[in-house]
């Protein structure tokens, strides 16, 4: 069965520290894959996403992500992060069977 | 502001009571969602509509059953709830199944 596994659940860090978040995901067919946030008190919105071309992947506010295919994986950079940042990242897969799937989310706390 | 709105913002409601949740995108969307965030769950698809059909149907309870009367409107019709039913309610659209979701931003639903 389709999953995705964001291996932090919850990330601490202080401003101007690097972040990579992690997401790995388990299907074997094409995939469009996606971060979304959800700011305090906000919607969720997306962050990026990546259907196809190059993989690695930017979107708002300095965010990057790079897809691995031979790894299933699509984690979440930036390299250095702000107080603003803090909120909640999840990643999903959109397969192209039309299956979408959320991972369980990370909540990221940046220390001013 | 993503363009999806859905009323009410919070809703109580006893075991016994019917209630209906709503969602309206004038985004010229063709799928429409509905999800449901628990405080120790991941982010839960409900039900998927596309072209006013639905496709999706995640085993969820008989005591929740949407309706999508058009392309721009949803709707989630709630009857004998339990306490365990109480969470957010989010609603969201994309112009087709795999694309970019857009959410609103949420029904905040309690149980009594």
């Known amino acids: 069965a389709q999953s995705v596994s964001q291996h932090n659940h919850h990330v601490i860090l202080s401003e101007a520290a690097s972040l990579e978040l992690g997401c790995n995901y388990s299907?074997?067919?094409?995939?469009?894959l996606f971060w979304y946030v959800q700011y305090p008190g906000q919607h969720l919105q997306l962050l990026l996403k990546?259907?196809?071309?190059?993989?690695l992947v930017k979107g708002i506010k300095g965010f990057e992500a790079e897809f691995i295919k031979s790894k299933f994986s699509f984690n979440l950079r930036k390299p250095s992060v702000q107080w603003s940042d803090t909120a909640e990242y999840f990643c999903?897969?959109?397969?192209?069977?039309?299956?979408?799937?959320f991972g369980k989310g990370t909540r990221l706390h940046i220390l001013p | 502001e993503t363009g999806v709105t859905q009323t009410p913002r919070h809703l109580v409601m006893g075991m016994t009571n019917k209630k209906s949740l709503k969602c309206e995108q004038h985004?010229?969307?063709?799928?429409m969602y509905w999800y449901k965030q628990s405080a120790k769950k991941p982010l839960e698809l409900m039900f998927v509509?596309?072209?006013?059909?639905?496709?999706e149907n995640n085993s969820v309870p008989s005591r929740f059953s949407p309706e999508c009367p058009n392309s721009s409107h949803l709707f989630l019709h709630l009857h004998t709830l339990q306490p365990e039913d109480s969470a957010l309610y989010l609603c969201?659209?994309?112009?087709?199944?795999?694309?970019?979701?857009?959410f609103g931003p949420g029904t905040r639903l309690t149980v009594l």
């Open positions: 969201a659209s994309s112009h087709h199944r795999a694309d970019t979701q857009y």
């Open positions: 299907y074997g067919g094409t995939v469009n």
């Open positions: 990546y259907f196809s071309g190059d993989p």
């Open positions: 999903a897969v959109n397969s192209r069977d039309d299956k979408i799937i």
């Open positions: 985004l010229g969307h063709n799928a």
């Open positions: 509509y596309s072209l006013e059909e639905r496709v």
